[in-house]
């Protein structure tokens, strides 16, 4: 989800420092970044929280990222 790495390096955030906030391992939060692992919908609300934007504005572009 390029979202998402795109919201860690707007604010100069680490991998390790996403995964600390929201309690998932640095790997998990380099998977979803990368496309190879979905969120789960816990870990989407967390980040959403995090990065202070909607589910939907963090999800929007997921399936055209697939294809």
């Keep these: ?3 998402i790495r795109q919201l860690r390096n707007d604010r100069q ?7 600390r906030a929201i309690e998932v391992s640095k ?5 979803i970044e990368t496309g190879r692992r979905k969120p789960s919908i ?4 967390k ?3 995090l990065f202070d934007v ?9 399936e055209k990222e697939r294809i």
């Design 42 to 45: 816990d870990t989407a609300v």
């Design 1 to 3: 989800m390029k979202k």
């Design 13 to 19: 955030w680490s991998l390790n420092e996403v995964a």
């Design 47 to 49: 980040l959403s929280k």
């Design 54 to 62: 909607s589910i939907q504005e963090l999800l929007k572009n997921v």
């Design 27 to 31: 790997s998990a939060i380099w998977g």
